[in-house]
């Protein structure tokens, strides 16, 4: 296994589990491709943050693929954190790491869809419903 830092200067995130050169020898289903990156994302997210969210959503339009995880499972200083006030906080955070850990999540979406990402946003919700979403560009 390695880190994944094809972008020079930006911080690694959880190690990448394939190849990032792999291809697939035969197209997959649009299905396939969802199922796919709807458990790689939340890999990453639990590898990250220790835990995961309850539901994973994955739309694949044209040039965008959406990740919305719901149901998002928190730590016990997000928590704590969110019961004193500061939610703002914990999701300013979460925002912030998941845009630190990109290279990790675009590996991701490249090797499911066979396609370069040009641009990735990343947005926590931190109240109810909580939920994270992921968008990501593709070329």
């Keep these: 296994m390695f880190a994944i830092s094809d972008r020079p200067g930006e911080p690694t995130g959880p190690e990448d589990p394939q190849n ?3 291809r697939r020898q035969t197209p997959p289903s649009l299905e396939e491709i969802r199922d796919e990156i709807s458990r790689e994302i939340l890999r990453i997210h639990q590898e990250s943050y220790g835990n995961g969210a309850g539901r994973v959503h994955t739309l694949i339009e044209e040039d965008y693929v959406i990740v919305v995880l719901d149901d998002l499972e928190l730590m016990q200083n997000e928590k704590f954190l969110i019961e004193n ?3 703002e906080t914990v999701a300013q955070v979460r925002t912030q790491y998941q845009h630190a850990i990109r290279t990790t999540f675009t590996a991701a979406i490249e090797r499911s869809t066979g396609r370069n990402v040009v ?3 990343s947005s926590a919700n931190m109240d109810e419903p909580r939920f994270v979403a992921e968008i990501f560009r593709l070329d």
Excluded: R
């Design 85 to 87: 006030g500061k939610t």
């Design 20 to 22: 990032p050169s792999e």
């Design 119 to 121: 641009g990735f946003a």
